[in-house]
């Protein structure tokens, strides 16, 4: 079904999300550019009215009060802005009391996801082996604004929720064009195990985005990518 995709921030990401949405027969109801949501409120919800959903890559300071705002108008949104979490329970009450839908993930790679459970299986395999040290290596281009990266810190909840006595340090690297790499590593006196996501292309992140935003109009409520994968844990 084609749906009307309001696309909130057009920039690297908010362009391949454009491609993508058109390479899949859906109609690009507005585009809304960062100078727009700095300068005239009213004018850009107005233009984003009558989406079918909006999908939102901004920053991670205009982030909240863009999504308050399309919660507000009722747009169903998906959101890949990372570094607002302080902002989510308000942003969840929001959603509740009109009744709307909001997706909202760090990292919208069906690979990264996998990782994420892959990882959580492998720390708990090498729970109580004290001689491994765990930690985490990510890395961004050099405009990332936010670090760690939201990806690495799911990443470290993971690890952390399946071997709770264990450490996971991040360290991040910004530099380059790099789109995004996630490395989980166990390291001993002699020997190393790694685990490690490498994005070749920015396009991953806004073909998943498109599946979410395929996937949300119908629903109500705060989800995550994650969740619409696998499902709700028990």
Not at 56 to 70: D, Q, S
Not at 83 to 100: I, K, P, Y
Request: aromatic letters at 6%.
């Amino acid at each position: 079904m084609s749906l009307r995709i309001a696309i909130v921030g057009y920039g690297r990401m908010g362009r391949a999300v454009e491609q993508i949405a058109r390479e899949r027969g859906h109609e690009i109801h507005s585009i809304v550019r960062g100078a727009d949501l700095r300068e005239d409120t009213a004018l850009w919800r107005n233009r984003v009215r009558g989406a079918d959903v909006a999908v939102e890559f901004t920053a991670p300071g205009t982030a909240p009060g863009t999504l308050r705002n399309l919660i507000e108008i009722g747009v169903p949104t998906v959101t890949g802005t990372t570094g607002w979490g302080a902002h989510l329970a308000e942003l969840t009450r929001l959603v509740d009391s009109r009744g709307g839908a909001l997706l909202h993930s760090p990292n919208f790679s069906v690979g990264v996801q996998l990782l994420i459970k892959t990882a959580e299986e492998l720390a708990r395999r090498f729970r109580g082996r004290t001689e491994f040290d765990a930690f985490i290596v990510e890395e961004h281009h050099r405009a990332k604004v936010d670090a760690p990266s939201g990806t690495a810190l799911r990443l470290q909840q993971g690890v952390q929720d399946a071997d709770p006595e264990r450490g996971c340090p991040i360290t991040s690297i910004r530099a380059g064009a790099i789109p995004g790499t996630h490395a989980l590593r166990y390291d001993a006196a002699f020997e190393t195990v790694r685990l490690e996501h490498v994005a070749r292309s920015r396009t991953v992140f806004a073909a998943g985005a498109l599946v979410a935003a395929e996937w949300l109009p119908a629903r109500r409520g705060v989800f995550t990518f994650e969740e619409m994968l696998f499902g709700r844990p028990s």
